[in-house]
């Protein structure tokens, strides 16, 4: 009894804040809706598909995938990390459940992205929120050094996948139809 209560207590130490941070985004999910999110540093994305695609203005960006082709098409040959996620992914069009939403941001190098919550706006539409983690306050940084941030967000609803999916990152939004 006493060694399970140091175990308990060593892995609570260990794991200071993220059990905390998984139950509330588990907390502000809903139910039927299942996800899965891995933040890459960088952009994993081929030409024609990134955030640096869009007007210098946009600083967020989203794209979606059903299938698995179209999936691994767009990521570059080098995202390791990026194509595990997909080949994890069991793709609507492939005759699994899930959607891919891949999310980027042109932020500052010390930021990271991480998922903050999930909600219903629709019948089939979800909105994402996104935060930025790492820095504390705008950092002073100028427009040429900002870099790509991306969050792989894999979404199985048991409603059927969703129709819309609008991600929000520090206020500025991008949709994307799926």
Avoid: W
């Avoid at 995938?65 to 994890?88: I, K």
């Avoid at 939403?101 to 010390?110: G, S």
């Avoid at 992205?113 to 929120?129: C, F, M, N, P």
């Avoid at 950092?139 to 991306?150: C, G, H, I, Y």
Wanted: proline share 4%; glycine share 8%.
């Amino acid at each position: 009894m006493h060694r399970r209560a140091v175990v308990v207590g060593a892995l609570s130490v260990a794991t200071a804040g993220c059990v905390d941070r998984l139950h509330d985004v588990a907390a502000s999910t809903p139910r039927d809706l299942r996800v899965r999110s891995r933040y890459v540093d960088g952009n994993p994305l081929v030409d024609g598909q990134s955030v640096h695609d869009r007007p210098e203005e946009l600083l967020t960006h989203a794209a979606s995938f059903s299938s698995g082709a179209d999936a691994r098409a767009a990521v570059r040959p080098d995202a390791a990390a990026t194509r595990a996620f997909v080949d994890e992914t069991a793709f609507v069009d492939d005759g699994g459940g899930a959607v891919l939403v891949v999310a980027q941001r042109l932020a500052a190098p010390a930021v990271e992205l991480r998922l903050g919550s999930i909600s219903r706006t629709g019948d089939r539409s979800l909105r994402v929120a996104v935060e930025e983690a790492g820095v504390r306050g705008d950092p002073d940084v100028a427009d040429d050094e900002l870099v790509a941030k991306t969050l792989l967000l894999r979404l199985t609803d048991d409603r059927g996948p969703p129709a819309r999916v609008v991600v929000s990152v520090d206020g500025d939004r991008a949709g994307v139809t799926i």
